[in-house]
């Protein structure tokens, strides 16, 4: 991929600066990557804030698609 070439945010995306930051920090070359020392790196970003990764497994998710199969792909454009 060409992501040097192509990524970018727009401005009508309107993430928030921890949103935008992660996305960065991920999509880059990989001696500068989020993560490249650890999940704990990754974990402990301001996009995550407030996350409990102990009880992650416990939390109901904020949204659950609703499926018709197991090959149903209506969730993705």
Do not use: V
């Not at 990524?7 to 989020?34: G, V, Y």
């Not at 009880?55 to 109901?60: D, G, I, V, Y």
């Amino acid at each position: 991929m060409h992501w040097k070439k192509t990524f970018s945010i727009p401005a009508e995306a309107k993430l928030s600066p921890a949103s935008t930051d992660i996305l960065k920090r991920m999509i880059c070359d990989a001696d500068t990557r989020l993560g490249r020392n650890g999940a704990d790196e990754i974990k402990a970003h301001a996009f995550f804030k407030g996350l409990d990764w102990d009880k992650l497994r416990e939390m109901t998710p904020p949204y659950i698609p609703q499926i018709t199969s197991e090959i149903s792909n209506e969730n993705f454009d």
